[in-house]
């Protein structure tokens, strides 16, 4: 029977190219962007993998993902100080070091499990550990605390001819196909048939049908003359300011555009109104002048109370009337807009829990509002990584987005580019235009090809009116995206497990066989 693979790499040279695939890996996303890279260190992640013992896979897995999330979500320290980028980066990390582990034994058992069969080695292997990835992936994006899908395979992708697959597969399906296309590759080069070319089909034939098959089409069903305005105010949570300031802002750079025609709606991003509107009547009546003057809603964003719960709401704002439709953040931000499990995380970090005072609570509205004849689906800042809010809104109708977030906090890092990628990716997944505005930038009309056609640039204030062109219809990723990413799942997991348990039978009818074979009073040693 086959042996099991050995390690390429001894182990004291695997561990810095685990470190170095992390950073390499990084390298592939915004800000950077090289996203040929992404693919380079999701090879490196699988070559240490190969062989390894399962505690060795864990420590490859385990030093990958430190390297690539501290680098990544840097971002972070920047307010906070290390103990949150510590605390994140190093949480993520194990699901990396359980994902390597699970590949690590997919390269062992599923060759011994279905030997002599070269489909296996170059389509099957490669699917199985292309599957357990997008595993790892579903998992960071549930747990703990409702998870943190940042860092996504597909989110180096927004900019590269990738991209257009996320609107047939979505963002963990386009995800798999990057490391089955990886995987496949290391398998060819590992069996070193150069000369037969039907190796290499199963790597190439994917690559050429996810760079080649157009994004999945949407039907044209007219524009909306959109005004999105970044105030670049005092946002950020250590920002000195009274209240009023971030309005007062959002006020100033909304002037230019009060004489603009023909406005349909106006978007301000994520925190642009520091007063709440609903429980104050100077504060409703500016918003009720803009909206007169400009006979058009408003697409507001501000901090209301229920009772003793606070959320972050966006209200569709009409002037004489006031909010006609509230959406509340549905992912608050674990330790940054609430702390789960207070007491037991003031054992550990009581200067910085004691920061966050007051806790949102998640909200429970659909995410869609009513822009005179259509429909627009929202998001407020991290929302933008939940799968099932972007799809809650085309499902309920939405021929647009807006994305409103606040990047104060991380000015002048990555997260700001990183988080644009993800809205990119999000309008070519839905078929839809993005209006992603932001508090201080970098914020982007983008239409549902992905292609930029209006922005404006970071910490500096100003205003766009476009005219976005909405589009109606669903794509497959919508449709069937809980189906594709489940699938994914839960076929890689099983193959796993069946492979185990072909592997180990086989490895026991191999120790009978050789023992009946040499005779009584003699025996041979398992196939390691």
Same mark, same amino acid.
């Given at each position: 029977? =086959? ?18 695939? #992390? ?12 996203? =040929? ?18 505690? +060795? ?9 430190? *390297? ?9 320290? /920047? ?21 390597? /582990? ?28 292309? !599957? ?8 960071? +994006? ?8 940042? #860092? ?28 089955? @296309? ?13 000369? %037969? ?48 300031? @971030?309005?007062?802002?959002? /006020? ?9 025609? &023909? ?5 301000? =991003?994520?925190?642009?109104?520091? @007063?709440? =509107?609903?429980?104050?009547?100077? *504060? ?10 400009? &006979? ?7 901090? *209301? ?37 207070? &007491? ?6 009581? %200067? ?30 991290? %929302?933008?990584?939940? &799968?099932?809010?972007?799809?809650? #809104?085309? /499902? ?19 997260e700001n580019l990183q988080q644009l990628a993800i809205a990119r990716l999000r309008a070519i997944e839905t078929g839809r235009p993005v209006v992603n505005i932001s508090t201080v930038g970098t914020s982007q009309v983008i239409e549902a090809d992905g292609r930029t056609i209006d922005e404006l640039p970071a910490a500096e204030p100003g205003a766009m009116v476009t005219d976005v062109p909405l589009r109606t219809g669903l794509t497959p990723a919508v449709l069937l995206g809980p189906w594709i990413d489940g699938g994914i799942t839960i076929l890689a997991l099983a193959a ?13 009818? !191999? ?15 398992? %196939?390691?």
């Open positions: 029977m =086959p042996e099991s693979p050995r390690p390429l790499l001894p182990w004291w040279a695997a561990l810095p190219v685990a470190a170095i695939g #992390g950073w390499v890996y990084d390298l592939g996303f915004p800000d950077v962007g090289i996203w =040929p890279l992404a693919f380079v260190g999701i090879a490196l992640a699988l070559l240490v993998s190969i062989g390894r013992s399962s505690w +060795g896979a864990v420590l490859m897995g385990y030093v990958f993902g430190a *390297t690539f999330y501290l680098v990544h979500v840097s971002w972070t320290s /920047l307010y906070l100080g290390p103990v949150p980028w510590l605390a994140l980066s190093l949480l993520e990390s194990v699901f990396l070091a359980v994902g390597i /582990l699970a590949i690590a034994l997919a390269y062992r058992w599923v060759p011994r499990a279905w030997p002599g069969r070269p489909w296996v080695r170059l389509v099957a292997l490669p699917a199985i550990v292309a !599957g357990l990835w997008t595993a790892r992936e579903v998992a960071v +994006g549930t747990i703990p605390y409702g998870g943190f899908p940042w #860092g996504r395979a597909a989110h180096s992708q927004s900019l590269s001819p990738f991209a257009e697959a996320v609107s047939w597969v979505g963002q963990l399906g386009l995800g798999f196909l990057m490391v089955f @296309i990886v995987a496949a590759l290391i398998e060819w080069a590992r069996l070193g048939r150069w000369r %037969d070319l039907r190796t290499i089909l199963p790597a190439a034939v994917t690559t050429l049908v996810v760079v080649l098959v157009p994004a999945f089409p949407t039907i044209a069903a007219g524009d909306l003359r959109v005004a999105s305005v970044q105030g670049n105010g005092p946002a950020g949570y250590f920002d000195e300011r009274r209240p009023g300031d @971030i309005l007062a802002a959002q /006020l100033e750079a909304t002037e230019p555009i009060l004489d603009e025609p &023909d406005i349909d709606v106006v978007v301000w =991003p994520e925190g642009s109104v520091d @007063i709440d =509107p609903t429980r104050d009547p100077s *504060t409703a009546r500016l918003l009720d002048r803009i909206g007169e003057h400009l &006979d058009a809603p408003l697409i507001v964003n501000t901090v *209301t109370v229920d009772g003793e719960d606070y959320f972050n709401t966006s209200l569709n704002w009409v002037a004489g009337e006031g909010a006609v439709e509230r959406y509340s953040k549905r992912h608050p931000v674990p330790f940054g807009e609430y702390i789960p499990d207070r &007491d037991f995380y003031m054992l550990f970090a009581p %200067d910085l829990i004691s920061l966050i005072q007051r806790g949102y609570t998640p909200g429970t509205e659909p995410p869609v509002f009513d822009i005179g004849t259509t429909k627009a689906g929202l998001a407020i800042c991290f %929302d933008v990584i939940y &799968d099932e809010v972007i799809r809650e #809104g085309a /499902l309920g109708g939405a021929e647009v987005y807006f994305l409103q977030t606040n990047n104060a906090d991380f000015r002048g890092t990555d796993l497990v069946l492979a185990g348990v072909l592997a180990r039978r086989r490895a026991r009818s !191999g120790v009978v066989a050789a023992e009946t074979a040499s005779g009584p009073g003699t025996s041979a040693a398992p %196939d390691a």
